[in-house]
Structure formats: C-alpha cells, structure tokens
C-alpha cells in the first residue's frame, strides 16, 4: 500500500514539474483559429515590443514567453505590459512568462515555447538574433531596422533565403504605411486626371522627398519616456541613416512602385549620404535614460568634456528605377511645445504636387494638400480633383476637398487619425493574416532587401565621405 501511495505522489510531483516548464508550440498551418499564435518576445529593449501588444488579439494566446538579459530594459517592458493590462478602457489579458539570462537567445530556440517572435530593442545583434530565430524554423516579426549596417545586410539576405527553405515567414514593423496621409496621398499618386506622372526629377529636385523629424524626448502611451543607455550608441542602435529612413525609404517604394518587384542590383542607386550628430548635454541625457553619468560605452562619443554627439541625422539621395528620391531624419531633443514628431513629404506630379505637411500651421497634426503646377488649367483641374475624391469617399467616407489659395486640402476625420502608437497593432494584423497565408505577398521579400541595401549602402557611402 505504501509503496503505491509513494508512486502516487512521485507522478503527481512529476506532472507538476512538468507543467511550470514552457510548453512547446506545436507546428501549425495557421488557420485564423484563437490562440494558435503564440508570441515569444526576445530582449524588447525598445517600448515598440510593448506597443505590439497594447491590444489582444483572438489569434494570439495571451500567455507570451520574455526571453531577455538581465537589467531594466526586460522590467521596462514588463510594467509597460502591466500598464495595458490594467488600464480602464480596453483592458488586455496579456500573462508574461519572463526568463532573463545571458543565455537568453540560447534558452528560447531551445525551449521553444511558442511559434513567432517578437523582436524590438538593441540592434547591434539583432539581425544575428533574426537569422538564429528562422533557422529554428520559428516565423518573425521585427521591428524596423533589422539591419544597421553592410555586415548585417549579408546576413539578411541569407536569413530570407532559409526562411523559403523553413517555410517560415519574417517581416518588420513598418507602421507608416498606415498613417492615413501617406495612404491618401498613395491613392491620389494613382490618379492620373489629377497627378499625371510622376517626374523623373534631378539631384537636386527630386521626385520625391520623405523628411522626418524625431525628438528624444516624448511621451508614450501617456508616460514620459524611458530610453536605454545604449539608444544613444550608434554601433547599437544604429545611425540615423539606417533606422528611420527605414521607414522612409519603406513608403517611397510602397507609393512610387506599389506591388512591383524591385531588384536592388539594378534598381537601386545611391548618389549621396551625409550624416551628422546631435548634441546632447549631460542634463538632458539624464531625463531621458535616468542616468546620472554616461556609460563606459558611450564615453567614445563626448565632445568638449560633457557634450555627447549622437551620429543620428543623415541624408540620402538616390535612384529608384528612374526616379530620383531624398530621404533625410533629424533628431532633436524635444519638440515645441504642443508639438511632437512631424513628417514632411512631397511627390511631384506632371499636374500637381501631392505634400504632406506636420508644422505649427497644421499645430503638428499631418495634412495632405494638392498644389497644380504652373500651367495647369484651375476650373478643369478643380473638376477633375472634385470627382477624383468624391470616388475616393467610397473608399474612406467622409473625407472632404476644401479649396485654398492655389491649393486644395483633403479633410480627414478624426477616426482615421489613430495615431502611431495603434499602428502597431495594425501591422500585427497584417502578419497574422499572411500567417493563415502561409506567405507574404510576392513583392515584399525583395523590396524589404531593397530597402535595407539602400540604407546600408547610403551609410557606408557616408562613412567614406567623412
């Protein structure tokens, strides 16, 4: 009897043992059914980890799995989790299940527990971190840059190459694309009674110009930012030139090219890159990362005894097919007050100019405007612009034209502007989607390459100038 009782226990210990461990993810064709997607989260030093869940999906199990070094960037994200959670309005479910570990990437591939990873945070490893992920046969959804420099791009290309081979899918976070000015001015670009074609345009007039402007300072989902250290170490997190241009470079090929495969050996080519640091001083440092003195790492970079020179606004010129374009970032510390982030862009058309402006006269709310060229006729071009958008309310009901000094505006309801932070959310659709796909579209794999090439090319271009 004793010795059945001692077998008893010794099983049931043994389950329970066995049920505190994760449990492996079992390979699925997705289908769309509730949580078969579960998300492994690894080293989320950036707040946009979080921002992926900042709503729950039916898709999406709610138990994720952390997998991080050991320090503050793993508790950012984990109080910014509990924020979304007990927050009144929509609160989530999420329920995070944390390992942290100098093993941390090791302990994931091994353990396996889920079947995505999400990854946002210090890039000097990441595309090392990609890679090691689809080589595990686990699908990835990356945050923007997954390459930051020539070494890294090399890698890139082989990590798509065995994502084919694994059947499984990557894909980066490019929220702009759904900012509802960039789409409009997207759907007016097709319009050709309205925009013409595109020019071709010249080095210095480009045909198109994405330039955004970036502050260190911010709010975020209504609490004051916390950034790394690290964030201001460029071989870490990566110069300016091959971060936020991602996203610029992103959306020219996304509106000039929509859906056209581009071949970055022959599509692509890089006129000129320049880079340039911001100043930070010891004070601002502070009310950003909480710090009092600057890191070991980071002490490479001080000019003038304190002053901390950040290599993060750069420009590119290039050649996109025909077409010339222009990206440029600038950081800032902190925006005017009632300001934040902007975003400028123009597209110039045979008939018009399609502009997207973010300045104090918009009180740094984007607005698209259409502004004819010289020559253009104003009463037909007036009647045709009036039609163009009068179809385009089918599409996205209640937006209006109203007439300006030698231009138009298109209005925009309020529901439209959702705001960068819901953005992610967005683009975390979208990939569950094309995991019931079992595919990306055909276009995307080349032009992500093509884009990164852009941005790594442009930076080496620029080192070699300086």
């Not at 683009?427 to 079992?438: A, E, M, S």
Request: hydrophobic share 35%; net charge negative; glycine share 6%.
């Amino acid at each position: 009897m004793r010795k059945k009782q001692f077998i008893f226990v010794w099983f049931a210990i043994f389950i329970a043992s066995c049920t505190t461990q994760p449990q492996k993810a079992d390979s699925v064709n997705f289908t769309g059914a509730d949580d078969e997607v579960i998300i492994m989260t690894l080293d989320p030093g950036h707040f946009h980890a979080a921002l992926v869940q900042k709503i729950s999906y039916k898709q999406v199990d709610p138990v994720v799995y952390v997998y991080a070094p050991e320090g503050p960037d793993a508790q950012d994200h984990l109080k910014r989790i509990e924020g979304f959670n007990t927050r009144e309005s929509n609160p989530t479910n999420w329920i995070t299940k944390l390992y942290t570990g100098d093993d941390f990437l090791e302990k994931m591939i091994a353990e396996n527990p889920g079947n995505v990873m999400v990854t946002s945070g210090n890039n000097k490893k990441k595309t090392e971190y990609i890679s090691k992920a689809i080589n595990a046969g686990i699908h990835v959804l990356a945050d923007k840059p997954m390459a930051i420099d020539a070494g890294d791009f090399e890698l890139l290309k082989e990590t798509f190459i065995s994502a084919e081979e694994k059947g499984v899918l990557l894909y980066d976070i490019m929220t702009e694309r759904y900012s509802i000015t960039s789409i409009l001015q997207k759907e007016l670009s097709k319009i050709t009674d309205v925009f013409g074609e595109l020019l071709v345009g010249s080095p210095e007039n480009p045909s198109i110009t994405k330039e955004s402007v970036h502050h260190f300072f911010k709010y975020v989902a209504g609490n004051k930012i916390k950034r790394p250290p690290w964030f201001f170490d460029v071989t870490q997190q990566g110069e300016g030139l091959v971060d936020i241009t991602t996203h610029l470079v992103d959306l020219i090929q996304w509106e000039c090219f929509p859906e056209v495969i581009l071949d970055y050996q022959k599509d692509i080519e890089v006129l000129a890159a320049k880079r340039w640091p911001t100043e930070l001083t010891p004070s601002q440092f502070e009310s950003v990362t909480r710090l009092t003195e600057y890191p070991e790492y980071i002490k490479k970079d001080i000019v003038n005894d304190s002053v901390l020179n950040v290599s993060c606004n750069g420009e590119i010129i290039y050649k996109l097919r025909e077409i010339h374009a222009k990206v440029s970032v600038i950081w800032n510390y902190r925006a005017p007050e009632g300001g934040g982030d902007t975003h400028f862009s123009i597209m110039r058309g045979t008939k018009a100019n399609l502009v997207i402006r973010q300045g104090e006269e918009q009180k740094y709310t984007p607005e698209l405007y259409i502004e004819p060229v010289e020559g253009v006729e104003n009463m037909e071009f007036e009647k045709k612009l009036t039609f163009a958008v009068e179809k385009l309310q089918e599409k996205f009901p209640g937006i209006e034209l109203l007439k300006l000094e030698g231009k138009w505006q298109i209005i925009i309801p309020g529901e439209y502007r959702i705001g960068h932070e819901a953005h992610f959310s967005q683009v975390t659709q979208t990939f569950l989607q094309y995991l019931v796909d079992g595919k990306l579209p055909d276009w995307e794999v080349p032009n992500i390459i093509a884009k990164y090439y852009t941005t790594t090319k442009a930076l080496e271009i620029a080192k070699q100038k300086n």
